[in-house]
């Protein structure tokens, strides 16, 4: 399974973004999908989860009511959608798969250790 994020770029703050993982050589249904983001100096984080079915998501507190996370089956694409945007949202952003059959496993923050796939990111910068 490979990942590819989309999406990032330069956005002023109060902007919107929506950043896109599309798959290729597999199907994304059966994979539970996270994103994580990465500032610099700081460790990476979970920042929201879906299942594979979309029965259940999870958005970190530091972000909940700014991002949200939606997924398109039938496209192979998880989504990311953010408004809102604060200097300190800005990161490299990375979706991660990994197999998991339970409705019910993007409740809490999970460990990275837990995803198999990874994409190679994408810069959001936020500046006037």
């Known amino acids: 399974l490979q990942l590819v994020e989309s999406g990032g770029g330069l956005v002023q703050p109060g902007g919107s973004l929506r950043l896109s993982c599309a798959a290729s050589g597999g199907s994304l249904a059966d994979y539970a999908i996270g994103w994580f983001r990465q500032a610099p100096g700081k460790e990476r984080e979970e920042i929201s989860c879906i299942s594979y079915d979309g029965v259940s998501t999870y958005v970190a507190a530091s972000v909940k009511g700014r991002f949200a996370i939606s997924r398109h089956n039938p496209s192979n694409t998880v989504s990311l959608h953010i408004v809102g945007l604060k200097s300190e949202d800005a990161a490299v952003y990375y979706c991660?798969?990994?197999?998991?059959?339970?409705?019910?496993?993007?409740?809490?923050?999970?460990?990275?250790?837990?995803?198999?796939?990874w994409g190679q990111g994408t810069r959001v910068t936020v500046s006037s």
């Open positions: 991660a798969a990994r197999w998991d059959g339970d409705p019910y496993t993007c409740t809490a923050v999970n460990s990275e250790r837990q995803y198999n796939y």
